[in-house]
């Protein structure tokens, strides 16, 4: 299965500020996903990053809030916009395993608004 | 619409102890079944999956049974041991959906006394 990279691990961010998380995978896939994973909280897909159009959004997830860019098939950014206590999760990049329903996971990036 | 409901924890078992997680769901037609793990630090992946009605899934020495009657996926290990302390998420798919379309318990956190 796919290799994924995320960056950062982990950060501690001010209240008003923007931060973009990373997603690389070490091979070609056609649909990744961002999730957020709130504190004792199951995961919630945010979206679906699509390759040369705008992403998916899940219903109340917004594009203003959590920009995401998928500039090609190995590489996607999602930001956290004007952040605020609320935002502090895990966000978890993911892709889809050929033709199967099956996922596969970075490791998330920690992020924590203060 | 489509859930899952799994045992709340944290769980903690000596090792070599008998562990069972429980993981309910509720769903449209026939969905596929999964538990995923997640090691500390790592991220989310898949420990076993079943597709249909008493298929049994098995990796690693965890076992679950697909039971539609129960409308259940319990997770089972009949020894368990340090290496296995980790998240454990249950989840499911609609088979005639996207990979999108995986919904995840809120995951059971699992430590293991030596």
């Known amino acids: 299965s796919a290799v994924i990279s995320q960056k950062p691990s982990r950060d501690i961010c001010q209240r008003g500020t923007s931060l973009t998380i990373q997603c690389q995978v070490d091979s070609q896939v056609t649909m990744m996903f961002w999730y957020r994973q709130q504190p004792g909280q199951s995961l919630t897909l945010i979206a679906t990053?699509?390759?040369?159009?705008?992403?998916?959004?899940e219903s109340g997830f917004v594009i203003d809030k959590f920009p995401i860019s998928r500039p090609n098939l190995t590489f996607s950014t999602l930001t956290v916009s004007n952040m605020s206590p609320e935002d502090s999760s895990i966000y978890l990049c993911s892709v889809a395993q050929t033709g199967a329903n099956v996922l596969t996971f970075g490791a998330g990036s920690r992020l924590t608004v203060l | 619409g489509n859930s899952v409901t799994q045992m709340e924890g944290p769980v903690t078992l000596s090792e070599e102890a008998f562990l069972t997680i429980n993981c309910t769901y509720t769903a449209t037609g026939y969905p596929s079944l999964f538990w995923y793990v997640q090691y500390p630090g790592e991220g989310l992946q898949l420990l076993l999956k079943a597709t249909k009605a008493d298929d049994k899934g098995s990796n690693k020495g965890f076992e679950a049974t697909y039971r539609k009657e129960t409308t259940s996926f319990h997770l089972e290990k009949g020894s368990v041991q340090v290496s296995d302390s980790a998240v454990y998420f249950c989840?499911?798919?609609?088979?005639?959906?996207?990979?999108?379309?995986?919904?995840f318990g809120s995951g059971t956190r699992l430590s293991i006394r030596p």
């Open positions: 990053a699509n390759q040369g159009s705008e992403a998916t959004y």
């Open positions: 989840a499911l798919s609609d088979p005639y959906s996207s990979a999108s379309k995986i919904i």
